[in-house]
């Protein structure tokens, strides 16, 4: 099942619209450059202990927990495996007593790359700020000392991780938060997640360019993915429809906040702290609009409490620069029949212009498999700008790039996305059905939002 379409969103707009002055002044954010902060995240730290490893990868021996597992669990996995569990992690790796008897399911689960969490592929397409991925000598360390009997070690050898330095952003210029301490319900029986919208009233007087925001849970055990959109005023009789429609707080919602063509904002997955444009650069938020924050919550303990997220927003000084806009290119003619197992579908748009890239921000639901978005021009040797082979609904990434890409005009631009409509492939077991595109759990899409500037 292959459908071609070229799709008729304009990039006319970003053509004609300049209004973002080259001369705005950000010198508060200068040290902000390519700053999305992963807590979990030291690819780049280099530990100390392990030095001496290095010319024999294969062939590792004596490893212990103090030594060389622990700092790197502290490096990589606990901040969402916290102590007890209390973390999305489902158990804590934070002591000797917590890690020891998960010692050949920690070393199956970063062999297979299951662990940490990290759907693109890696060292494909465009570096991406912060990758959450371990190296073949961290692989081989936590194998190693599975294979060895998992031994404790002496604590004294424990050395603890550099970890990568926060990058200070000063106070927030707004917080915002769900406006409820929410207890997630479990929608329909047998489901374990609880998608939910909530409406926020920013305030915004005037125009605003979010150059970072910080997602901060107040219960981690429960909070496993966030997607917010801005609902501009032209659309707000439509929000008013949608939120009325249940008792609230807020509403049910799965795929998306249910009022059309809403700009995306932001997303947050377990393990991110804070994201960040580049210095000065920030997307635009109108005057008036409404934030609409969808939750994504894991019910699998149902004693887990309730949550209040707070977003945390950093502004630029006035008009970005560059000023940037989520650019979706979607296949809403999508269809995929009911027991297809290779359900297909992309979307073509012809750049008539130069476009430079921030990120990233692919979106399909729960059938998606795999999607990728491939680049073709005379002028550049890129090949693509994303490729996740394994697509997991979970983990939605929202992903900068270390450095932004610019796209020469005529480049083609095609989204690809594929899909399991498969017996076995269902969410909660259903029957298959014909899917077509739409924010519902039985429905798909094939979107992907490119963070441009213009
Ligand atoms: C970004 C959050 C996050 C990070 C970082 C993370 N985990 Fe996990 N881990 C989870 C979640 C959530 C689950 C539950 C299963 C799922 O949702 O995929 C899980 C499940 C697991 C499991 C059991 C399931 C399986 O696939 O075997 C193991 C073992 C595990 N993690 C080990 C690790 C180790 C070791 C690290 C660090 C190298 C790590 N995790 C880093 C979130 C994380």
């Known amino acids: 099942m292959r459908l071609k379409y070229l799709v008729a969103v304009s990039l006319l707009a970003i053509a004609c619209n300049d209004d973002s002055p080259k001369s705005s002044n950000n010198s508060n954010n200068a040290n902000n450059v390519n700053n999305v902060n992963n807590a979990n995240n030291a690819n780049n730290v280099n530990n100390a202990n392990n030095a001496n490893n290095v010319n024999n990868i294969n062939n590792l021996e004596g490893m212990t927990y103090h030594k060389d597992v622990r700092p790197l669990l502290e490096a990589e996995c606990v901040s969402c495996h916290l102590s007890g569990g209390d973390g999305i992690g489902p158990f804590g790796l934070t002591s000797y007593a917590e890690v020891q008897p998960l010692a050949a399911l920690i070393a199956d689960a970063t062999q297979t790359n299951r662990m940490p969490p990290w759907p693109p592929a890696t060292d494909s397409c465009v570096p991406i700020s912060h990758e959450r991925t371990l190296d073949d000598m961290q ?57 939910h919208c909530f409406v926020i009233d920013p305030g915004l007087t005037e125009d605003k360019w979010i150059n970072a925001y910080e997602t901060v849970p107040s219960n981690y055990g429960i909070a496993h993915h966030m997607l917010m959109y801005a609902v501009p005023p032209s659309q707000l009789s439509n929000l008013e429809a949608k939120s009325g429609e249940q008792p609230g707080p807020g509403y049910t919602c799965f ?17 991110t702290v804070m994201t960040a444009y580049q210095d000065g650069a920030g997307v635009k938020i109108d005057a008036g609009s409404l934030i609409v924050v969808q939750m994504h919550y894991n019910t699998i303990n149902d004693d887990q409490g309730t949550d209040r997220t707070q977003i945390k927003f950093h502004f630029t000084d006035g008009p970005a620069n560059p000023s940037l806009r989520l650019f979706p290119i979607a296949q809403p003619g999508l269809f ?42 005379d002028d550049t040797e890129l090949a693509c700008l994303i ?9 939605q990434g929202f992903y900068i790039f270390d450095e932004p890409v610019t796209l020469p005009r005529g480049t083609n631009v095609t989204v690809e996305c594929e899909y399991d409509n498969s017996p076995d492939n269902q969410p909660g077991d259903q029957m298959p059905r014909d899917i077509r595109w739409g924010e519902g759990t039985f429905d798909e899409m094939c979107i992907t939002y490119f963070i441009v500037e213009g």
């Not at 599975?146 to 004294?156: I, K, M, V």
């Not at 490729?387 to 609904?393: G, K, R, S, V």
């Open 139 to 195: 692989k081989a360390i936590l194998k190693s000392w599975a294979d060895d009997g998992a031994p404790e070690g002496n604590p004294d050898d424990y050395v603890a991780p550099e970890l990568e330095e926060q990058v200070e952003m000063g106070e927030p210029d707004l917080v915002v938060n769900i406006g409820t301490d929410y207890k997630p319900n479990p929608p329909a029986a047998g489901s374990i997640d609880d998608y």
């Open 255 to 271: 795929g998306g906040p249910g009022v059309g063509s809403s700009n995306l904002l932001g997303g947050w997955v377990p393990g």
């Open 336 to 377: 995929v029949p009911a027991g297809e197992k290779n359900g297909f579908a992309e979307a073509s748009y012809e750049l008539p212009i130069p476009v430079t890239v921030h990120g990233i921000a692919p979106h399909m639901h729960t059938l998606g498999t795999a999607t990728r978005t491939r680049i073709e021009s």
């Open 387 to 395: 490729d996740i082979p394994n697509w997991d609904f979970n983990w």
